[in-house]
């Protein structure tokens, strides 16, 4: 299933440069022969070390891990909600991506000028923030007038009513410069602001870009420390990364990245780690289907039954969908084989209302 996050971020921030990294260490479309693939789209494996494990107890010919697609946004600046620099092509990308990382510079460096002519990531996040909450803001007056009237005249239109009331909900909250993401709706009302496309309903995680010097030890940089204060106001997520260093090491293979790594003191890559995050935001989780041919992990959205996660391996599954023959991760890893888990009795057969889990592994039985 095609999601992306689309990065943004003020000038010289860093946001070009971690794009550059999630370029360089891009998914091999060898194994995506139908995926296209804009110049400023970058596709990337999600790390999964259960693949190879999967892989070790039911052989197959090929691994092939699932993919998340990352947009590189055009550049903002202040202003851009009324049209400023590349303003308007800003919005329309944005709207267009599922869920936004929003690059925060959080490093000295004189070689590298602010456009603020300071570093302050808080007054960074609050530009974007602004702009954001201002285009939306537009878009909700324009909609409010119109909805207002006919729910004011026409009573008995439900649908009117019912978005007038979220409307009524949104707008004083973004004349406060707050963001859309921030507001608590019930399953009916979100179906309503999807509607609407907001910018700030997107869900939204921060990405504190540090000097490589502090990657062992992020937490003791004064700026990550305000970038995680303010983005705790909304309940949003901060990872910190070294983008520069992310470029780098996106060109070494395998052992060269584990030991520059290892010597940096750190377990896993600020790139791994940024693929594992935004895939999560979305509230994303990983079947597997295994051995023959291919061992593969496949993305599905979380809270999703067993004959539409089988359509997104074809349409078939779906359309003739008999019953899902269902194994855990956990179970195979810890029996060792399929036929241990069966003597177990975890191995279990699924049918149409059954919500498919994170680590799933799922022989599809259907007829058409």
Known sequence: MALTAGIVGLPNVGKSTLFNAITKAGAEMANY???TIDPNVGMVEVPDKRLARIDELIPAKKIIHTTFEFTDIAGIVKGA???EGLGNKFLENIRQVDAIVHVVRAFDDDNITSVTGKVDPLEDMATINMELAIADLDAVNKRYAKVEKVARTQTNDKEAQAEFKVLKKIKPVLEDG???????????ELKIVKGLFLLTSKPVLYVANIAEEAMADPDSVDYVKQIKAEAAKEGAEV????A??????AELDDDEKADFLAAEGVDESGLDKLIKASYHLLGLATFFTAGGKETRAWTFRQGIKAPEVAGIIHSDFERGFIRAETMSFTDLDKYGSVQAVKEAGRYRSEGKEYEVQDGDIIEFRFNV
């Open 178 to 188: 707050g963001m859309v993401r921030s507001i608590d709706f019930d399953k009916d």
């Open 239 to 242: 990872i910190a990364i070294s």
């Open 81 to 83: 909600s009324k049209g």
């Open 33 to 35: 022969p139908f995926a």
């Open 244 to 249: 520069k260093t992310e470029e780098e090491i």
